[in-house]
């Protein structure tokens, strides 16, 4: 199946699923929560997120947009034990002024397959309120294409649709949700391994959300509609990438994001819109600055 | 015409058979319930207990009502751990009852219903001469009420209300 044909169909998929909300629910939108998936439910959330970094120091006038797709299904293994699967599709496009012009690279496609299993170690539930903790563990196959070429050659490893190699994700989550409002904060660790001389940096992330109920003002009886007015913020530190050992001192750094968005929140399904707009770019060397990452997203639970 | 006359016995007797006596009802506090995508799970959940034909979560409560299937009674010592398995914590169980009241060998009340029993606890003096004259006529009770799990394993019911007496 050809990539675009793969792009179309999750598209549709995305569009079908908005077209039959029947319902719509809280969490945060930029990661992941400590909140239950209930034994034997699934939920599914599939996003679509626009990247533009269009901020270049470098002077080669570096256009880059990255549209990704990824499609992440939770199941409920124990009331404790959630597994989770993220698959990306992927179209990365980058514009560069060459001697000879303006030049266009890049690619679209499956990107890697990440595993993730979340464990609610602790908790305290109370009427309308609880509290819980979850540790993390996640895996990053390399099912994504890895050595794309176009007419130019290989494209640059951050170009590729995949990595080539495993990575580790260690972290937690903390949630604390009443009926009025929800407070998570998420703390990780990836340690990124080599594939084809190269080696992305590790990365540390911390993360924090907060979703205030702006409706309905007094809960009615049954189960309502929610909407959240929600600031997430997400603080990202990457170390420096490696090619055939060499440290890339035009990569890695600090990125703090902040990211005001908005969620509705029914018993079946959630549909969440997100913006998040860097505040501090401590970016090492010339690395292409972001502009802005923006998120729409729909979960449905089954 | 006897054969009429027999099959129409049957039948009434059917009808007042203990087929009726069951839970017919309950609601269960779901403690750590705080948002609407939580409530599908509890209700989920619920809806895999023996018995049950429907539920409604209500979210300002924090209650979820159970329903019982025609004929059929709630398998109430399984709600705690539908409960549990969608990730909350169960709190208060109240449920309508309907079942005979008998006095057990220590003279204590007990309500038997749909193969099942629930020892009966009041404080109320006036309730306590309502529950025991319902055992000494046997008529049938329809009773509302909190049901918990003693220290000895015992499943109690603290009745509420009678709701009605049956001859």
């Known amino acids: 199946m050809k990539n675009s044909t793969l792009l179309i169909l999750s598209s549709c998929l995305f569009i079908f699923l908005i077209l039959t909300l029947r319902e719509l629910a809280a969490a945060p939108i930029t990661f992941n929560t400590a909140l239950p998936v209930a034994r034997d439910e699934k939920v599914v959330r599939i996003q679509t997120k626009l990247m533009l970094s269009t901020d270049d120091l470098s002077g080669a006038d570096r256009d880059l947009t990255v549209w990704t797709i990824p499609l992440v299904i939770a199941y409920g293994v124990t009331e404790k034990l959630a597994l989770f699967g993220i698959l990306p599709v992927l179209d990365k496009e980058i514009m560069i002024t060459s001697a000879t012009g303006r030049l266009t690279r890049g690619e679209s496609g499956i990107g890697d397959f990440t595993a993730m299993a979340r464990y609610t170690a602790w908790k305290i539930d109370a009427p309308g309120k609880t509290i819980r903790l979850a540790p993390f563990v996640a895996l990053k196959m390399p099912t994504g294409e890895d050595r794309a070429e176009d007419s130019l050659g290989i494209l640059p490893q951050p170009l590729q649709l995949g990595s080539g190699a495993w990575d580790y994700s260690l972290g937690m989550v903390v949630t604390r949700q009443t009926l009025a409002r929800e407070i998570d904060l998420s703390i990780s660790y990836t340690l990124r391994t080599k594939a084809n001389e190269f080696e992305f940096g590790d990365e540390v992330r911390i993360d924090t959300s907060y979703q205030h109920r702006v409706w309905p003002c007094e809960l009615s009886s049954g189960v309502p509609g929610f909407v959240y007015a929600v600031l997430e913020s997400n603080l990202i530190w990457q170390d420096n990438n490696r090619s055939r050992g060499i440290v890339d001192n035009n990569s890695g750094g600090i990125t703090w994001f902040f990211a005001p968005g908005i969620q509705y929140v029914t018993k079946r399904t959630v549909l969440e819109l997100v913006v998040q707009v860097p505040v501090v770019q401590d970016l090492n060397g010339v690395s292409l600055k972001n502009d802005f990452i923006s998120t729409v997203s729909f979960r449905m639970n089954f | ?167």
């Open chain 2, 1 to 167: 015409m006897k054969i009429l006359y027999v099959l129409l016995t049957v039948i009434l007797l059917l009808f007042s058979s203990p087929a009726q006596a069951r839970i017919s009802s309950l609601s269960v506090a779901v403690d750590g319930m705080a948002c609407p995508f939580c409530a599908f799970g509890v209700e989920k959940r619920l809806k895999t207990v023996t018995g049950v034909s429907s539920v409604t979560v209500d979210m300002k409560t924090g209650m979820a009502l159970v329903n019982a299937k025609p004929a059929h009674s709630i398998d109430y010592q399984k709600i705690s751990e539908a409960v549990k398995d969608a990730g909350f914590t169960a709190g208060d169980m109240v449920v309508t009852v309907d079942g005979r009241i008998a006095k057990d060998t220590l003279d204590t009340l007990v309500l038997h219903f749909n193969g099942s029993s629930l020892v009966l606890q009041t404080d109320s003096n006036e309730l306590n001469v309502h529950l025991n004259g319902a055992a000494e006529s046997s008529r049938s009770v329809v009773l509302k009420g909190q049901i918990f799990l003693n220290s000895n394993k015992e499943w109690i019911l603290r009745p509420e209300v009678v709701k009605e007496v049956k001859p």
